[in-house]
């Protein structure tokens, strides 16, 4: 009897098995209509009450101990002020939190997603999008949206407009970390940077695109080298692309074979550019994080006599930011999650020179501690996204192989 | 009636192993294989097409990256199983040879990441050895010759690695072969040791040991996280440029990824197909170097300078390659528990200049949840395959002693999750997961890792259990006991070496997943290879030293465990003795043993 009803279950089993896995291969989803919808003016003590014993799976890149220390911090305030948990899931790519997303919808689950909150900025951005893995804005409804300094350009990613679909969480720019001792006048131009790797062979280098850092390195590159920089803010011309990048091959051409390894290997990302200047293989370390010196000091990665400097035209910059996807399970939370992390305390915290070292993205005057001694630097605006692929393309034809 | 009940239970079980163990395939495999030719439900897309295989073949240095990734492969596998075998014959009977059992067990707990740190740490040009060469000689080491970041590099670090796994599986299946009666009969026949350990072991060993090749060649061939670490980045092999793709947001380079995979795993299949037939030609084919009497006695003036310039270097290889598998080991070890204590060790610093429990203190409030999901999650995984590789086993063996139910299951089935990219089965697993309820992470998670454990334990166990000797069932058997009592007190205490050994592996198998671990537990199951593996792409080499040592010491446990139960049980001449006292004991039995044979 037993026996039957076990057999009977596993066909029930092995039944559901099969129709998921046909359905699999088959199924074109629905857009359903999400019931949750966050409406246009936040009723925030409901919102509140609502977040109260819910536990936020937050995915956001796992790889800095000392930003992970940052959202243990936040965890605790959370649990202390608002009753609801963060929950840092720690992924080495958000990618994988995209394409996770992208299976759910698939799936027809719009609602009860695992996914509650995520750290993303750029081609993410425009990916999740145009996938409608963001459907709802809320970033200007948040009551901390009052400090946000709008000078920043915190409507736009990478030229995207965000229309509210993720708040504005730090700043990024784009520079170069030296160490005093060795190198006292570093390189601030890319014809400077040129001549500096003819007299120091071997001891310059920049991670391999299409890593996040080595195609910005390109981008700064290109745009110091470009007759007119204008063109990189507009979509790529294929008809023009190769005219328009040639002073950049040029100038690699001649940089790769004074390089690190003679060009043959790259660092694999800022960090290890880091590791290097530490280990003394590389003069130069790249970072997006302007106050990455003081951090790193402070954590011992660094040496004393290290300091960071931008390239003379100034720094790429942009920002990175929080969204909540489509079907999150605890909207509320992340709500409540967002609003903390964009609180002046919060983002004072973010900013100790000490620990993480982020810049801010609220007005000066609600800065306090160490942060408010943050540096930032003259900025540059990222180009069309357009051009990141292009880039990266035309890198790999070249140099990839 | 009570024949109808057996014979239900026993299809009902036989049943539920192959769900359980090759239903997640369904989904995985129709999965990358629609990807593969661009048909995307996500995306409305439905007409297949070989854009994606376009794309690949346009992709610059695509051609070389898969020659490189062909040619890492095979040259390390073939390495591994040469050193390995140079190493069996030159010491398996030595004395020494219970000391370097004891070594394997570190050495194989040392998980391939951690290993991978320590070594390139080792050998970059600002790293431990160069900087010891400065502060000596004067002299910086690999400035000129590159090893990291190279494919050599790539290649030695993976033989090393290996090469302690084959001697790790070695140990349970020499057991079970006659080795001391075999060397014995072969040297009355003349031969001396060393040809008697290539004419009459090594053509046992080899297909035993079929299933652990296949295991490190598409492990070689698929590995990404080692090769991140060590291995060259223009080109960069195949998997890391599909890892690459795969982690970039842009959907088309997604279809260029699946299409990169499919390629991957059509390789494997090539490369499985080329160790049997390999092994084929060796050991069933040309066969007549087995018995051909030239070349055999060693005063014989007919051995050509050739076959003893070979001997030579191939007696060096084994000790070289014993040698540098326990120096890197180790140093690859002092290296990260070093780092895991330093706050800084800049270049050109011998010693860390600044000491810190720091970074120790602010992890460990926060370890002993990660630890406890990782191990519950391991053992429970590793024993849960081991039922199901017991049951198949019993009912695939031919020698079965009930021959009603047989089911002979294709190998390339069996070693799927192994040699299939992980990444491109976990996609239609987590979908089909998704559709099915993916809330149940836990369930999810224990049942990928199941599947995962599933083929190392079967590869494991099923060397001991072809070489079982049947004779044993037949007389007990005949002495009256039911199928089951011997089988439950004379088979399983003979394998139980190998069934424990078997463990220890599913174990850290499981302790090593990080992939199935994050996709399908959505983040909601930490474990220390989720936690290490996110670290990595920090590169702060001492965080990355705490976890690294976490998921060496876990499986350090479980290995050294398994060989000590190994080492006591199993057939009683292989048994290490306790005691001077037991050691006649067990020399009387033997005797007598052996005298009852010879009758």
């Given at each position: 009897m037993k026996n039957l009803m076990e057999q009977k279950m596993l066909k029930k089993v092995i039944l559901k098995i099969a129709i998921a896995t046909v359905f699999v291969s088959t199924s074109s989803f629905s857009l359903a209509q999400d019931t949750t919808t966050i409406s246009k003016n936040l009723d925030w003590p409901r919102i509140e009450k609502q977040a109260k014993g819910q536990t936020v799976y937050f995915y956001a890149w796992g790889g800095s101990q000392q930003i992970n220390n940052y959202l243990r911090w936040a965890d605790k305030q959370l649990q202390q002020q608002f009753d609801v948990r963060l929950q840092h899931v720690k992924v080495d790519d958000i990618s994988t939190a995209i394409s996770r997303l992208l299976a759910e919808k698939a799936a027809g689950k719009v609602t009860g997603g695992t996914i509650d909150m995520l750290w993303i900025n750029g081609e993410n951005f425009k990916n999740m999008k145009q996938n409608q893995l963001i459907t709802q804005p809320f970033a200007q409804q948040l009551p901390s949206w009052q400090f946000v300094n709008k000078d920043f350009p915190v409507d736009n990613d990478f030229t995207e407009p965000t229309e509210g679909l993720e708040a504005p969480w730090g700043i990024g720019q784009l520079i170069f970390i030296h160490d005093k001792k060795r190198t006292p006048t570093p390189p601030t131009s890319m014809k400077q940077l040129l001549t500096f790797a003819q007299q120091n062979p071997n001891k310059f280098s920049y991670p391999q695109p299409p890593s996040f850092h080595g195609t910005s390195f390109l981008k700064t590159a290109l745009l110091e080298l470009v007759e007119d920089p204008a063109l990189l803010y507009q979509a790529v011309d294929e008809k023009t692309f190769v005219k328009t990048t040639q002073p950049l091959w040029q100038y690699l051409d001649q940089l790769h074979p004074l390089s690190w390894q003679q060009g043959k290997q790259f660092p694999t990302s800022s960090a290890h550019t880091m590791q290097l200047l530490d280990d003394g293989e590389l003069d130069l370390a790249i970072s997006f994080n302007p106050n990455e010196v003081s951090s790193a000091q402070s954590n011992g990665t660094l040496a004393e006599t290290t300091d960071s400097y931008a390239m003379e035209n100034g720094a790429l910059s942009n920002i990175h930011f929080l969204s909540i996807p489509f079907n999150a399970n605890a909207k509320q939370g992340a709500l409540v999650a967002i609003n903390f992390l964009l609180s002046p305390e919060a983002q004072s915290k973010k900013g100790d020179l000490s620990q993480w070292g982020d810049p801010s993205v609220l007005k000066t005057q609600y800065i306090t501690g160490s942060a408010a001694n943050t540096k930032l630097f003259k900025s540059v605006a990222e180009p069309h996204p357009s051009w990141q692929a292009a880039l990266e393309q035309a890198w790999q034809q070249r140099y990839g192989h | 009636m009570n024949n109808c009940i057996k014979k239900t239970t026993k299809t009902s079980i036989l049943i539920l192993v192959l769900v359980l163990c090759f239903l997640p395939m369904l989904p995985g495999l129709s999965g990358l294989l629609l990807a593969a030719f661009a048909i995307n439900p996500r995306l409305n897309q439905f007409h297949g097409s070989l854009s994606g295989f376009e794309q690949l073949a346009q992709f610059p240095g695509i051609s070389q990256s898969i020659l490189m990734t062909l040619n890492v492969s095979i040259i390390s596998t073939f390495l591994s199983v040469l050193i390995s075998f140079v190493i069996l014959r030159r010491w398996y009977q030595s004395k020494h040879w219970q000391k370097i059992e004891n070594a394997i067990a570190p050495i194989l707990a040392l998980p391939h990441v951690a290993f991978a740190i320590g070594f390139a740490f080792l050998f970059t040009p600002s790293g431990f050895i160069s900087r010891l060469s400065t502060e000596l000689f004067e002299f910086a080491l690999f400035t000129d010759v590159q090893i990291i970041k190279h494919q050599l590099g790539l290649i030695i670090g993976l033989t090393l690695k290996e090469v302690p796994f084959i001697l790790f599986m070695s140990i349970a299946l020499l057991k079970q072969l006659n080795i001391k009666q075999s060397l014995q009969c072969a040297q009355s026949l003349g031969f001396s040791q060393q040809q008697a350990w290539l004419k009459v072991i090594f053509p046992q060993w080899l297909p035993k040991m079929r299933f652990s090749i296949i295991a490190i060649m598409a492990y070689s061939l698929s590995?990404?996280?080692?090769?991140?670490?060590?291995?060259?980045?223009?080109?960069?092999?195949?998997?890391?440029?599909?890892?690459?793709?795969?982690?970039?947001?842009?959907?088309?380079?997604?279809?260029?990824?699946?299409?990169?995979?499919?390629?991957?795993?059509?390789?494997?299949?090539?490369?499985?197909?080329?160790?049997?037939?390999?092994?084929?030609?060796?050991?069933?084919?040309?066969?007549?170097?087995?018995?051909?009497?030239?070349?055999?006695?060693?005063?014989?003036?007919?051995?050509?300078?050739?076959?003893?310039?070979?001997?030579?270097?191939?007696?060096?290889?084994?000790?070289?390659?014993?040698?540098?598998?326990?120096?890197?080991?180790?140093?690859?070890?002092?290296?990260?528990?070093?780092?895991?204590?330093?706050?800084?060790?800049?270049?050109?610093?011998?010693?860390?200049?600044?000491?810190?429990?720091?970074?120790?203190?602010?992890?460990?409030?926060?370890?002993?949840?990660?630890?406890?999901?990782?191990?519950?999650?391991?053992?429970?995984?590793?024993?849960?395959?081991?039922?199901?590789?017991?049951?198949?086993?019993?009912?695939?063996?031919?020698?079965?002693?009930?021959?009603?139910?047989?089911?002979?299951?294709?190998?390339?089935?069996?070693?799927?999750?192994?040699?299939?990219?992980?990444?491109?089965?976990?996609?239609?697993?987590?979908?089909?997961?998704?559709?099915?309820?993916?809330?149940?992470?836990?369930?999810?998670?224990?049942?990928?890792?199941?599947?995962?454990?599933?083929?190392?334990?079967?590869?494991s166990l099923d060397g001991p259990w072809r070489s079982f000797d049947q004779g044993f069932n037949k007389v007990g058997l005949s002495l009256g006991k039911s199928a089951w009592t011997v089988w439950w007190t004379i088979k399983i205490p003979l394998l139980l070496p190998a069934i424990v050994i078997s463990m220890a592996v599913g174990i850290s198998v499981s302790l090593a997943q990080f992939l199935p671990t994050l996709m399908l537990g959505a983040g909601r199951i930490a474990t220390i290879t989720t936690e290490a593996v996110a670290l990595s792409s920090g590169q702060d080499r001492r965080v990355m030293a705490i976890y690294a040592l976490l998921q060496t010491i876990t499986p350090l446990f479980f290995f050294a465990v398994a060989l000590f139960i190994a080492k006591k049980t199993g057939p009683l001449e292989s048994r290490t003795p306790f005691s001077f006292k037991k050691q006649l004991k067990q020399h009387k039995h033997k005797r007598t043993k052996h005298e009852a044979r010879s009758i």
């Open positions: - | 590995v990404v996280d080692v090769s991140l670490i060590i291995g060259p980045s223009i080109p960069s092999t195949l998997p890391v440029m599909i890892w690459s793709w795969l982690n970039e947001s842009n959907l088309d380079t997604h279809l260029m990824a699946a299409s990169g995979a499919l390629v991957l795993a059509l390789l494997c299949v090539l490369l499985v197909y080329t160790v049997i037939f390999v092994e084929w030609l060796i050991v069933k084919k040309c066969t007549s170097w087995q018995f051909s009497g030239r070349k055999t006695l060693t005063g014989c003036k007919g051995i050509s300078l050739f076959t003893r310039l070979s001997k030579a270097s191939l007696a060096g290889l084994g000790s070289l390659g014993l040698i540098s598998v326990l120096l890197a080991s180790s140093l690859s070890l002092i290296m990260i528990i070093v780092w895991s204590f330093s706050k800084r060790w800049p270049y050109p610093h011998i010693l860390p200049s600044n000491w810190s429990l720091q970074f120790w203190q602010s992890e460990l409030p926060y370890l002993f949840d990660t630890f406890v999901t990782s191990i519950g999650l391991a053992m429970l995984s590793a024993t849960i395959a081991l039922l199901l590789v017991l049951v198949l086993l019993e009912v695939n063996n031919r020698n079965n002693i009930s021959h009603k139910v047989r089911l002979v299951i294709p190998m390339i089935l069996i070693v799927t999750p192994i040699i299939a990219p992980q990444l491109s089965l976990l996609l239609g697993i987590q979908l089909a997961a998704i559709y099915i309820g993916a809330e149940h992470f836990y369930l999810w998670v224990l049942w990928s890792h199941v599947f995962f454990v599933f083929p190392y334990i079967y590869l």
